[in-house]
Structures are given as structure tokens and as C-alpha cells.
């Protein structure tokens, strides 16, 4: 058996920890650079809602700089940009505990899209154990598939053996499916808008259930 996991909203709470810190940072940045705000909390409370809404956080600011009437460049800039020190980011509910419980069973992994040096920082500042890990894969892009088709040999595994984790259906999970890979929707953050599909085995709101479903 061979567990991969995704991290932002599947490892770590990245909606309820870093996503709303960035987004106020990302409108410092466009008031800096001639956005006309009256009121700096409800403009932040109006680009969370968007943020809510759009599928990605630098669509969001993007779309919130075009309507403020500036350039976007230097606030998306800001959502890789390194945390202050001393940030802590919680993992989701249950998350430390279960992957105590199933790294002495089986390897497990991280498959997360992004730019690595902040992915590598995100894993850090939340506390995970690299060592309990049998690899971290960073990509910069959201194709999970080139790194999902490798497994099976890296691990001598075979795909009906492997589960991914993750909240995002589309990148996460749709490449495994397709691979013959077992699938569990985790509904956080950006997943719980995400409907389930009718191929996926199994959609979970805690990490705390894999230990019903994984055996």
C-alpha cells in the first residue's frame, strides 16, 4: 500500500491560516501601488469573498487589482513571498496523528503544486516530520499525472494499491482515477465546493477517517 497526500487543505489548514494572512497582504500592495480604498476592512472582507468564489487565489487578486483599476504583479508576488518568522501553520484536524498512525505501514508521500522554496517553507513552519515521508514531490505546475505514472515502479506497487488524498477532484484526483489509483476527496477549504464525483471511493471532512477506509 502506498498513501499520497496533497498539502495545501489536505495536510495543512492553508484557507483558515495563510490564505487570509496573504490576502492582506496582497491588498497592501495594491493600495501601495494606487488602488483607492475608503475602508481597508471591508475591501479585505470583499477580496476574501472573491477569493471564496474563484477557483485560485491569483485569480482572485488579479481580478480584484483589474477592479481597483492597477497592476497585479507585485500582490501576486506577495502570495509566494516568504511568511514572517515565528508564523505557525496548523495542519487540518487529526492530520500529525494520522500520519503517525500509517507511516509505520506504509510509505507515504506529498504530490503538491506550487513554487517549491514557499512549499518547503509551508512543510516546515506547520511542524511535519520530512522523515516520515518516502518522497515530497513539488511541482510547479498543477499535472500530478507525469509524477502519479512513476509510482507504481518507484514503489513497486501496484495502482490498485495506491491512495491519493486530496481536495482539489480535478488535479488531484482525476489523474489517479485514471491511473487505476484509489481516490479520497478531502472536503477543506477549497474542496468542500468541490462536488464529489461519482468515481471518486470515498469523500472525508477530517484525515481522522482514512483510518476506517485505509487497510
Keep these: ?39 481597508f476592512e471591508q475591501a479585505y472582507a470583499d477580496l476574501m469573498a472573491l477569493n471564496n468564489a474563484s477557483p485560485r487565489s491569483k485569480d482572485a487578486v488579479s481580478l480584484f ?32 496523528d494520522i500520519l503517525g498512525y500509517f507511516f509505520p505501514k506504509y510509505p507515504l508521500v506529498i504530490a503538491t503544486g506550487g513554487y517549491p522554496p514557499f512549499q518547503r517553507e509551508k512543510i516546515e513552519k506547520a511542524g511535519l516530520e520530512r522523515s516520515i515521508f518516502s518522497k515530497i514531490a513539488i511541482l510547479e505546475d498543477s499535472n500530478k499525472r507525469p509524477l502519479y505514472e512513476g509510482l507504481p515502479k518507484e514503489f513497486s506497487i501496484k495502482p490498485e494499491k495506491i491512495w491519493v488524498c486530496g481536495d482539489r477532484v480535478e ?43 485505509i487497510r
Design 1 to 39: 500500500m502506498l498513501i499520497i497526500f496533497d498539502l495545501d487543505d489536505t495536510l495543512l489548514d492553508t484557507s483558515g491560516a495563510i490564505t487570509p494572512f496573504k490576502m492582506r497582504e496582497c491588498l497592501k500592495r495594491l493600495i501601495e501601488d494606487g488602488a483607492s480604498v475608503k475602508d
Design 65 to 96: 487589482a483589474r477592479k481597483l483599476g492597477c497592476e497585479p504583479e507585485r500582490a501576486l508576488a506577495e502570495l509566494t513571498a516568504p511568511l514572517p518568522p515565528g508564523f505557525a501553520i496548523p495542519t487540518t484536524p487529526g492530520a500529525k
Design 171 to 213: 488535479t488531484d484526483l482525476a489523474p489517479a482515477y485514471r491511473l487505476g489509483f484509489k481516490t479520497i476527496h478531502m472536503k477543506w477549504g477549497r474542496g468542500k465546493m468541490e462536488k464529489s464525483a461519482d468515481w471518486i471511493d470515498h469523500a472525508i471532512s477530517t484525515l481522522s477517517e482514512l483510518k476506517g477506509l
